[in-house]
């Protein structure tokens, strides 16, 4: 499996390569290596693929994101904004499979994860929503862990805006 | 589920909107319904997204194509240059149950649908690739009948070829 590579506007620390995000996402120009840029748009800084969950506070996104992912004859660019919502679903057992990975579209009640206890059951995690899994985290833990960050179709309303 | 929207290069019957790609996918710029373009990118016109399997031919995808899908804040782009090619996968049943759709991440051994036969039997069509789903066709037919384009992670390569 290939990494995608993550772009993130306003990064600290960052890599090379940058992208251009203008017009609120109508126009999206890679830049080379040393090439300037002028114009009024968002640049976005290429970063660690993994840091992903940095730019993500109590589930928002807190950045311009762009992630680009290459197979074959195919560029799929998946351009999140700031402020967007995303839903953290962990998964934790004494042993985790995960299904699903970045990318995958999901749909409600699809299969996220397979758990085993240490007795060998198996149980499943599922996911509550339609929506596209953006990042799948491993946190470091006694137990295995991990979290799936999920897109969801429908946008997630907090409390105190219903 | 929203319908993704489908652009295409030289399409013949086309709608108002126009996506611009140079440098082989480096630059995508979306244009303004009456905006015209000089520069020498390929000129992609919208068509109707379930058109998408007339520019397949024999697994392979006859004109550069753009799929433009967008939830909540995000927006997701899939070029697909023209020469790549496809997996296709029947699914046909007295009924089918399709688990995946457009934009779907598989891995190996995931299923894409379910078969229930007459007699209540179900059993499902796994996809024997990791890739990603790009079209669900549904195929007129006396029997329910789906057919799903998977770009596969390995590029897919002819007897010919080896």
Do not use: W
């Amino acid at each position: 499996m290939r990494i995608p590579k993550l772009y993130v506007e306003n990064a600290e620390k960052h890599e090379g390569r940058k992208v251009v995000i203008e017009n609120n996402g109508k126009v999206i120009k890679f830049l080379d290596k040393d090439e300037e840029y002028s114009g009024n748009g968002k640049v976005l800084y290429q970063v660690i693929y993994d840091d992903f969950d940095k730019y993500v506070l109590m589930g928002e996104v807190t950045k311009d994101m762009l992630i680009e992912y290459e197979v074959g004859g195919v560029k799929q660019l998946t351009y999140i904004k700031k402020g967007t919502r995303l839903l953290e679903i962990p998964a934790e057992g004494y042993k985790v499979y995960p299904i699903v990975d970045f990318g995958c579209r999901i749909l409600e009640g699809h299969r996220l994860a397979a758990l085993q206890s240490r007795k060998g059951d198996i149980r499943f995690v599922n996911t509550p929503v339609n929506g596209i899994v953006v990042f799948l985290k491993e946190v470091p833990a006694k137990r295995e862990n991990y979290v799936f960050y999920i897109l969801p179709e429908k946008e997630i309303k907090f409390e105190e805006e219903l």
